[in-house]
Nanobody, 121 residues
Framework: QVQLVESGGGLVQAGGSLRLSCAPS????????MSWYRQAPEKQREMVAT???????NYADSVKGRFTISRDNANNTVYLQMNSLKPEDTAVYYC???????????????WGQGTQVTVSS
């Protein structure tokens, strides 16, 4: 079963930057939307940023102007550049992709295991 694998999380001081990366553990034939979600303790998971295969992006209001999502379609990889981090950005960040395992297969929701981002004040 192919999964998404995130990397790049860690501990950073407020005002600092981190770059998250996410790539599949195996082959996915086609990926449409790729996104980053996050979940803070005792809060619901929320969408942070989304990018389509054509490059259109959408961001949560709380991260606009600070975070940038990008992708490498050739390698089915998605990135999240996080600048001017705040303590309220502390959460587990999850990668998501909507894709087809093979030609003609049903579309499937792929998720990563999550990577912890902690921003200290």
């Amino acid at each position: 079963q192919v999964q998404l694998v995130e990397s790049g999380g860690g501990l950073v001081q407020a005002g600092g930057s981190l770059r998250l990366s996410c790539a599949p553990s195996g082959r996915i034939f086609r990926i449409n939307t790729m996104s980053w979600y996050r979940q803070a303790p005792e809060k619901q998971r929320e969408m942070v940023a989304t990018i389509t295969s054509g490059g259109a992006t959408n961001y949560a209001d709380s991260v606009k102007g600070r975070f940038t999502i990008s992708r490498d379609n050739a390698n089915n990889t998605v990135y999240l550049q996080m600048n001017s981090l705040k303590p309220e950005d502390t959460a587990v960040y999850y990668c998501y992709a909507r894709g087809q395992a093979n030609y003609g297969a049903e579309w499937y929701d792929y998720w990563g295991q999550g990577t912890q981002v902690t921003v200290s004040s």
